[in-house]
């Protein structure tokens, strides 16, 4: 079924008019413009919780690191 009217005109709606051409360039650009500051948003999300998870990371891998003081023998590695 076409979507055409019997006429084979395309009927046009009443009181709409083409939109102006730098409106529209316009609305792109702030539209563009919205989703660059989304994206470096959510880079900068993300180099943050990297940062934060490699920092706990670090302070759970060294703390304690010169306990005990002396060499501990392990007979489990030896034994075999």
């Known amino acids: 079924m076409s979507a055409r009217q019997k006429g084979g005109q395309p009927t046009k709606k009443p009181g709409t008019s083409p939109p102006n051409s730098a409106d529209t360039v316009k609305d792109e650009f702030q539209a563009i413009q919205q ?3 989304t994206a470096i948003s959510s880079e900068w999300d ?3 919780a990297l940062f ?4 706990i990371a670090f302070i759970t891998r060294f703390w304690g690191i010169n306990h005990p003081n002396e060499v501990v023998f392990d007979e489990v590695h030896f034994g075999k």
Do not use: E, Q
Request: glycine share 0%.
């Open 35 to 37: 989703s660059a500051k």
């Open 46 to 48: 993300y180099k943050l």
């Open 52 to 55: 934060i998870i490699t920092a």
